[in-house]
């Protein structure tokens, strides 16, 4: 099985980067294979609690490298709850990689453990609108939800806006996965692209320095 590691990370950062310079990133350091993933940035500003600035991913297979190359764009360019992420944000960004494992069809909607679990949700809405939406697994631990609060939440997220009922509830279709994941700050990134390749990463010939 494949494991979220650092190389993943820096290569998310690596490919913003590149595309801030108009530049193709450098080939990555992790080995090619295939599985669902996703690429989470948040902000860290003045040493507070890192703040949601894009995550998108995929929930089906797909070719490593390429993945994290659209999706490291992709969430950081194109989440549309968010402003595209600008160069000037770079040194107080996180970056966090999953890789999604363990894919199981829950008997019912409370058949998940918050913290182990991430979810996916499946249901037909009363106007006869099909709508998914997923949580990965960290994100009801983070939050403090119960199993019921976090449906609920992701039902609003899927875009149902009605009244949440028990019997809507009930004709959920739940998936539930586990995921490796590995988080960097910037400055951490910055500090092994210095060793590793001997110069701190530059935008358009600005360097970045460690904020």
């Known amino acids: 099985m494949v ?4 190389e993943m990370v820096v290569y998310c950062f690596d490919t913003l980067i590149a595309h801030y310079n108009s530049e193709e990133a450098a080939p990555p350091a992790f080995d090619e294979g295939q599985h669902p993933l996703f690429v989470t940035w948040k902000k860290v500003v003045n040493g507070g609690e890192p703040r949601l600035r894009g995550c998108i991913g995929t929930l089906e297979s797909c070719q490593l490298i390429n993945g994290f190359r659209d999706y490291a764009l ?3 360019l194109r989440d549309r709850r968010f402003p595209p992420i600008q160069a000037k944000e770079l040194p107080n960004l ?6 999604l494992t363990d894919y199981e069809t829950a008997n019912n909607y409370l058949d998940w453990e918050v913290g182990k679990h991430g979810i996916i949700i499946e249901f037909v809405d009363d106007y006869n ?3 998914s939406a997923t949580y990965l697994p960290e994100v009801p631990a983070h939050e403090g939800w119960t199993r019921v609060e976090a449906i609920d939440s992701l039902i ?3 875009g149902f806006s009605g009244p949440i009922t028990e019997s809507l509830r009930k004709r959920i279709k739940l998936t539930c996965y586990q995921s490796t994941l590995f988080t960097m700050h910037y400055s951490d990134y910055a500090s092994h692209v210095k060793a590793t390749r001997g110069a701190a990463p530059t935008i358009a010939g600005a360097k970045l320095g460690n904020h």
Not at 94 to 99: L, Q
């Open 3 to 6: 494991l979220a590691n650092k």
């Open 74 to 76: 992709t969430s950081a």
């Open 94 to 99: 996180e970056c966090t990689v999953s890789i």
């Open 129 to 131: 609108s099909r709508r």
């Open 156 to 158: 609003r997220k899927a």
